[in-house]
């Protein structure tokens, strides 16, 4: 018997039966134990590195938030809609809004198959070329065809580095910290809408100002372009491409401390089944009112009776760093609520703040002099997006990672991408004449529908913290992923990953 194994009841055990059934060795007893035991600090010279790697990939995310707080910001500048003639809430605002995610609609078929043949980086570089090109177009529009196809090719390249980013990340991330890490690449979204408000702010009362933000979309997607080469790939993507050597030399310098050997990198992968979990969030993530408070946020505050050009933009400028916030305190409880107690009370507080924003602003709006009301709309439009910031921000694109096998993770992420672009390209275009016709009541759609999101998490999705990505496959195996997800990890969740039979209770039962 090994060294290692003299003292380890594991090997021991795995001794005693057939080895055609059985065998451990002192690297799955790492796995099994290591595991458990390795302590590792987040601050060595490996995590340093593997935080500037992950950095890039949190740019994606920029990119897209940037979109999203710069044109609702623009919507409410004068300059921008007497250029081309536009009103702050109409079809044609929708239109325009929604254009961009049709874009990314439009890219899905692509999207997938390119991640997955050609890499992880390839992904985000694709769509940072793309993103710079839609950007000159938006940025120099001459007329209103001209700023459509700009924002069409934008989405177009935007569904890329959405896909690519946040599965980079999900891949690269120390398992140790996965959550926080993860966690932080939708935080990201709001530097860019805080980036993007402030700008519009300050390009508020310039000739033509409308036009300086749009070319400040140009720094996120700039960067990227820069730097993605000099990134490793993603050691899932290289196994998945049978080039084992190379993924367990990235491991190691990025997770292991330059240890070949280290307990973390001793793992395997297993099929996965959770369809139902990443489509609805896709669509969840869009539909819950978020959505409307950051293409709508002006609007919204028009509903409130707030008309000024230069009061609007200023709270609009406000909600983006405060959004931040929540967001990134968010993600510190990730591993320690879970991610099924925070989207669930989330949720019910959205639909509270929902409730109370309806009658506020009809009253703000039936008597203009009633500032109470009005304070107390802007109040809990804020408190709104804090709360949504707080869980759904960080949780919305590393639960379609965790709920995805590494060989589909890519295409898996675009089918959510798909999805996503549709859900928002609708709400994004119903939003303008649903504000237009009917106002705040239409508050009251997101009441109901956030009720049924709230069912259908209880039922259908199962908590991943504390499991790493391979062990998730032992939730969705289970004739009730829910129930099981629920149970605490032992050490057999280890052996089902790695494939290990034991007949041994005290091991099936730990």
């Not at 194994?5 to 055609?20: F, G």
């Not at 140790?176 to 709001?190: D, E, H, I, K, Q």
Request: net charge positive; proline share 5%.
């Amino acid at each position: 018997m090994a060294s290692g194994q003299k003292n380890n009841p594991l090997a021991q055990h795995a001794e005693q039966h057939d080895p055609a059934v059985t065998t451990i060795d002192d690297v799955t007893v790492l796995a099994a134990e290591g595991l458990e035991q390795a302590k590792q600090s987040p601050w060595t010279i490996s995590m340093l590195r593997l935080y500037g790697c992950l950095l890039i990939g949190y740019l994606c995310a920029t990119t897209n938030g940037f979109d999203g707080s710069v044109m609702g910001g623009i919507n409410a500048m004068t300059s921008y809609q007497k250029y081309f003639n536009m009103v702050s809430a109409s079809s044609s605002t929708g239109l325009i809004f929604a254009i961009y995610n049709i874009g990314s609609a439009c890219a899905v078929p692509f999207v997938g198959p390119a991640v997955d043949r050609f890499g992880r980086r390839a992904g985000m570089f694709t769509g940072s070329c793309i993103i710079i090109v839609g950007t000159l177009i938006t940025a120099r529009a001459l007329n209103h065809g001209m700023f459509m196809g700009g924002r069409f090719i934008l989405g177009f390249g935007v569904a890329f580095v959405n896909v690519s980013g946040p599965v980079y990340v999900g891949e690269m991330a120390h398992p140790t910290w996965r959550g926080p890490l993860s966690g932080l690449y939708n935080c990201f979204w709001y530097i860019g809408a805080i980036v993007a408000a402030w700008v519009v702010y300050a390009a508020k009362t310039m000739d033509g100002g409308w036009r300086i933000p749009l070319y400040c979309q140009l720094i996120a997607s700039s960067l990227i372009f820069v730097f993605v080469w000099f990134l490793p790939e993603s050691p899932r993507w290289l196994i998945s491409q049978g080039r084992n050597e190379s993924a367990r030399a990235i491991l190691a310098r990025y997770h292991g401390e330059e240890d070949p050997e280290h307990p973390i990198l001793v793992a395997t992968r297993a099929h996965r089944r959770r369809l139902i979990c990443v489509l609805t969030m896709a669509v969840f993530r869009q539909w819950s009112g978020n959505s409307v408070t950051s293409y709508y946020l002006p609007v919204m505050l028009e509903n409130a009776r707030i008309t000024s050009q230069s009061r609007k933009l200023l709270l609009n400028g406000i909600n983006a760093p405060l959004c931040f916030v929540a967001s990134v305190t968010g993600t510190m409880f990730l591993d320690k609520a879970g991610r099924r107690p925070l989207l669930m009370y989330s949720l019910a507080a959205c639909i509270v703040c929902f409730s109370i924003l309806t009658p506020t602003s009809k009253l703000a709006d039936h008597n203009p002099d009633n500032s109470s009301a009005a304070n107390a709309t802007i109040a809990f439009i804020y408190l709104f997006g804090i709360i949504f910031s707080f869980a759904w921000t960080p949780l919305s694109p590393m639960y379609v990672v965790e709920c995805l096998h590494t060989n589909t993770r890519a295409k898996g992420k675009a089918l959510a991408q798909l999805f996503t672009a549709c859900a928002s390209a609708i709400i994004q275009y119903a939003s303008g004449p649903a504000f237009q016709h009917i106002k705040y009541y239409f508050y009251v759609a997101f009441i109901c529908w956030d009720v049924l999101e709230l069912v259908v998490i209880y039922f259908f999705w199962p908590e991943t913290k504390d499991r790493t990505l391979e062990e998730l496959d032992e939730l969705f195996q289970a004739p009730n992923p829910v129930k099981k997800s629920l149970e605490p990890r032992g050490i057999s969740t280890v052996f089902n990953t790695l494939n290990i039979e034991t007949k041994d209770s005290k091991f099936q039962d730990s």
